[in-house]
């Protein structure tokens, strides 16, 4: 969901620059007076607590605090919703001509928006038009001081068409090559997304708490770059909000909680949302199509792009095509091809999410949540009335014929194409279940909760097929059982050191190597492995090997032909285990031994030795690895060219823990990466030494405890 298009401002050029005047005497409410309707509070580690008189300065506030402490990058990504090819290249091109049609839409809907919506968008965008007019300084000339509501909306106008699958189609049906086809599949790098991206979330039932309350575990993996944004947000009588709002627009809100309810998202929810169909072309009428007997035009929607064109700035005119099931994709002399693709013009987006961080109830949540506007993620729920709830949140199409898959479907009549999507009451979605506890990794809904008869049977095709990755297995293995847990249990379980992955191939690992008859350092670094616990804890040794070995032996192959017995939805926690070619893996091995040593002088390096979380002043070991060597506290890492070790840059970033009950709420969390990525913010690197060591700080949510931790209070904007 959303069209994520983050860029540096380096990108941007001069430009012609359109600045707001400021008049005189400003009216309540208007831009330049909504500095005097909002107060931040900062507490410990920087975290803002914006206290607004409307929604409209709660906006205001938050473009302020995005802009203070990431920099331009917000303006930055408000201004792809105009454009930035004029500023940035013919490399943007492409995604401006895309922008333009979600322009169009925001602009169309814009008056069919909830006022408080409506209003916080307003108010974003007057939030940056003021930061940017008191701080030049810090942005390129190009960078307006204009921007409106619609400019903030079209960051939200639902899904962009799939890219690569678009690409493979039309290679096929221009008759590629297999081999062209294939490479038409190739996604265009994204510096924010890695092999690590995912979440984890947990919601456990007042049956399975020591205090009888129900607490909900909100941990998304994403690179450390991606902008999760701590803040609470309080509207007298209108929204009192704590969560992770993303850098780069106001409603873009992935958890968090109020009193009385909380959410955590897990990004899965694969099933197809898109089909392809093909519509005969009216022979005798220019631009029309047929359908259901009659001949109809296709829309025209001219637009005109300026780009700066190595230097010199020239226009690019293209007529987008659409008909009222889709965008057109492709045309031959008789044949149009569309994407029909569920929420494509969906513009309700950050209603639903403001609809979902006022609800107050189970009903009241599931209302917001049917709105059906949000549609690429799973929603894990705990609230204090002691209820747990799940959703696989899809707008799968209620299809009338089999899935078409990269092929283009043809249809004559209108009911031969999707219309309707599958009813909210058929999608996947468990509520208080058995066992009190759900559980979700990024995997199928099949696994949400194992204590009963699981079901690997989908009530339609376009589901999401039975998956469970070792990370999701190790999270049932944490809480899948009959133990009662506080919330300080529950931290110290997220922050399980276990590798799984060694727990089903390590026996076989090392019989392969004994069989080798191994000698020297090989034999040293087997007596390592045998010795080593099975977790990536800072202070164990053994566990670097294993990982350089995994690394080694999995190059170039699917987890299906590493292990002896791959994963089965039918044993599904059980499998994979054991080693397809233990001769390989003894050849990895030595490898692994002989790689360890090149690099760290010995074998016998303890994790915390290799692995480190390195932010500001900060240089800690950290304890952490990929979920697909099994872990639950997932770290991605890259490899720091000055001394080789591993340095963390992607995964568990933010983590927030919560306990609901009569009063208020009880919640920790850690941010890893702080509140600004501005090396001079004193909210830089605050919480790294906290989050390497598992620690949470408490989360201040009354106004009691946010005055009273209170570090600096101001009004954004008041000069």
């Not at 930055?76 to 922008?99: P, Y």
């Not at 009190?436 to 097929?465: A, M, R, W």
Request: one cysteine or more; aromatic letters at 10%.
């Amino acid at each position: 969901m959303f069209r994520r298009l983050f860029f540096p401002l380096a990108i941007l050029s001069a430009a012609t620059v359109s600045l707001s005047g400021a008049p005189q005497k400003a009216l309540p409410g208007t831009p330049t007076a909504l500095w005097r309707e909002v107060e931040i509070v900062r507490t410990a580690h920087g975290v803002p607590h914006i206290r607004a008189e409307n929604m409209r300065a709660a906006g205001y506030a938050l473009a302020w605090l995005q802009l203070e402490d990431y920099g331009p990058r917000t303006a930055t990504r408000i201004l792809s919703s105009r454009g930035l090819a004029r500023t940035a290249g013919r490399q943007f091109l492409d995604g401006d001509f895309e922008m333009r049609r979600a322009r169009i839409r925001a602009i169309e809907t814009f008056h069919l928006l909830d006022q408080e919506t409506r209003d916080m968008y307003d108010g974003f965008a007057a939030g940056i038009n003021r930061y940017g007019e008191l701080h030049r300084a810090e942005f390129q000339p190009a960078m307006p001081t204009d921007f409106n509501g619609y400019d903030v909306a079209t960051l939200d106008i639902g899904d962009a068409p799939p890219a690569a699958r678009i690409r493979r189609f039309l290679a096929a049906v221009k008759g590629g090559t297999p081999a062209e086809i294939a490479s038409a599949s190739t996604e265009a790098p994204d510096p924010e997304r890695t092999d690590e991206d995912g979440s984890n979330a947990w919601a456990l039932a007042p049956s399975r708490t020591t205090s009888g309350r129900a607490i909900l575990l909100r941990n998304p993996h994403l690179a450390w770059t991606s902008g999760y944004y701590e803040a609470h947000m309080t509207v007298k009588g209108v929204l009192d909000f704590y969560g992770d709002f993303r850098i780069g627009g106001p409603l873009i809100v992935i958890g968090g909680f109020n009193r009385y309810l909380g959410w955590a998202t897990t990004n899965s929810n694969n099933g197809d949302r898109t089909e392809i169909y093909s519509v005969a072309l009216d022979p005798s009428r220019p631009d029309h199509y047929l359908l259901d007997g009659a001949s109809l035009p296709l829309r025209k929607d001219t637009v005109s792009i300026e780009v700066d064109d190595n230097g010199r700035i020239t226009t690019e005119t293209r007529d987008l095509w659409s008909m009222p099931l889709g965008p057109v994709i492709h045309r031959t002399a008789n044949k149009v091809f569309i994407a029909r693709i569920s929420a494509y013009d969906e513009f309700r987006a950050g209603e639903q999410f403001l609809r979902m961080m006022r609800a107050k109830s189970l009903a009241e949540f599931k209302d917001a949540m049917r709105t059906r506007a949000l549609v690429s993620s799973n929603y894990t729920y705990a609230d204090r009335a002691g209820n747990i709830y799940h959703l696989w949140n899809g707008a799968q199409p209620l299809l009338p014929h089999d899935p078409g898959g990269d092929t283009a479907t043809p249809i004559a009549r209108t009911g031969d194409a999707w219309t309707r999507l599958i009813p909210f009451e058929d999608l996947p979605q468990w509520l208080n279940p058995r066992g009190g506890y759900i559980q979700n990794e990024n995997d199928s809904p099949h696994f949400t909760n194992v204590s009963g008869q699981i079901n690997l049977v989908n009530k339609y095709k376009n589901f999401e097929p039975p998956s469970l990755d070792l990370r999701s297995q190790h999270a049932i293995q944490l809480i899948g059982g009959t133990q009662k847990f506080s919330l300080e249990d529950v931290i110290r379980l997220k922050h399980s050191y276990r590798m799984l992955l060694a727990d089903r191939v390590k026996a076989d690992l090392i019989a392969a190597v004994r069989a080798t008859k191994p000698t020297g350092d090989v034999a040293a670094g087997l007596a390592l492995i045998q010795k080593w616990n099975n977790t990536v804890a800072p202070n164990t040794t053994g566990s670097t090997i294993f990982e350089a070995w995994f690394g080694r032996y999995a190059q170039g192959r699917q987890d299906p032909e590493l292990f002896a017995q791959p994963w089965t939805p039918t044993v599904p926690t059980k499998t994979p285990r054991g080693l397809s070619n233990p001769a390989l893996a003894a050849e990895a091995f030595a490898w692994a031994v002989d790689d360890t040593k090149k690099r760290y002088g010995r074998i016998d390096v303890t994790w915390g030795d290799v692995h480190r979380i390195r932010r500001g002043n900060v240089d800690e070991p950290i304890g952490g690895c990929t979920g697909r060597l099994g872990c639950f506290r997932v770290l991605g890492y890259a490899r720091d060219p000055k001394d080789g070790k591993f340095v963390a840059n992607t995964g568990d970033g933010w983590v927030l823990a919560v306990e609901f009950g009569p009063g208020v709420p009880r919640a920790y969390s850690v941010l890893a990466y702080g509140e600004s990525p501005r090396p001079e913010s004193p909210w830089h690197a605050d919480q790294a030494v906290m989050f390497a060591r598992g620690q949470l700080k408490k989360v201040a949510f009354t106004a009691k405890d946010v005055d009273a931790q209170a570090v600096v209070r101001y009004r954004p904007g008041e000069r």
